[in-house]
């Protein structure tokens, strides 16, 4: 399982991601938090975000 | 994990958030509940709304 | 988590409570009963309703 | 939690009940069982049906 | 809950039933097995069809 | 129970197996692995399919 | 069980791997990670993807 998906999230901390939403709506920003849900904290500028993991699609450090 | 989404939500307590339904709608309040299925209470002047998290897209504080 | 969502339930059992389900539907009554689920039981008048908890969107006190 | 769901439901057991699907379907009959995901027999005249739990909006009995 | 929908599938092994999926699909056959999910073994003459058991609304024997 | 649904699951390895999908697309080839969520591995000639359980209507040996 | 799905995907770690999701979409590129909920981790060239294991119909070694 090389390098898991929950192993590289964690890598991904503090780094610009970009998170797309069953809805089709997309996020980016800084990822500062996820949980093992896939629950993620996403900072943009001054604005935080929490997205429950359930309606992730993919994210892309 | 630094600042996983349920620490977020607990330092949001008392404090203003925006919530966004799967169905589109928008929630604002004084966030004063939550749980660790991200289920919400949001009070808003006298109005009290508990919001099962199974809706929940994202929480802004 | 001051206020949880199922503390905020119990404290809400005999009063009159609004529940919005997702198919748009609404049902007003007196909550008579409630599980972790937020399975419901709502009593109008004669008419008793047990709403399957995982239709529920939000439930106003 | 007075009158916990299920037990609205053991006490319903052998009277008529309307069950409400997300479909929109409608069932009436004699409630003749249940367990605890809300799965439902319900007996009309000749006919059994057995309802999975998670078809059910509402119960009335 | 006097005759609870998995023992009433169990008395049903070896009869016919009718099954309604979610998607509006009927299956009529011989129950020769299930489990506790309500996935089902539908014999019908030669052919044997294993449905998955969220897809079922409703069985009847 | 008899012939429950992932005894006639592995009672199909090594066999022709049809697979209907939620979305309406079948897939036919060699049942050559399945587990207890029914995801399943198809292989029709040079190519071999894993299909996640979820999305799984029905399977007909 | 021979060739579980999840043995499958082990054996495919750093192959190409095309996945196709529930909205519709496919992805292609080398498979570098996976977890039992078939979350996946996918590369392609310098891009990598994290894809929700819930969103996937099937995936092609």
């Keep these: 399982m090389s390098g898991r998906p929950l ?3 964690e890598a991904s901390l ?5 998170v797309q939403l069953k809805g089709g709506e997309m996020y ?4 500062t938090g ?3 849900h896939m ?3 996403i900072e943009d500028g001054e604005d935080t975000t929490i997205i429950r993991g ?4 993919s994210i892309s450090p």
Tied chains: 1, 2, 3, 4, 5, 6, 7.
């Design 14 to 18: 503090e780094e610009e991601v970009t």
């Design 39 to 41: 629950n993620l904290v």
């Design 28 to 31: 980016s920003g800084t990822l």
């Design 54 to 57: 359930d309606n992730v699609v």
């Design 34 to 36: 996820y949980d093992q």
């Design 7 to 9: 192993d590289v999230l």
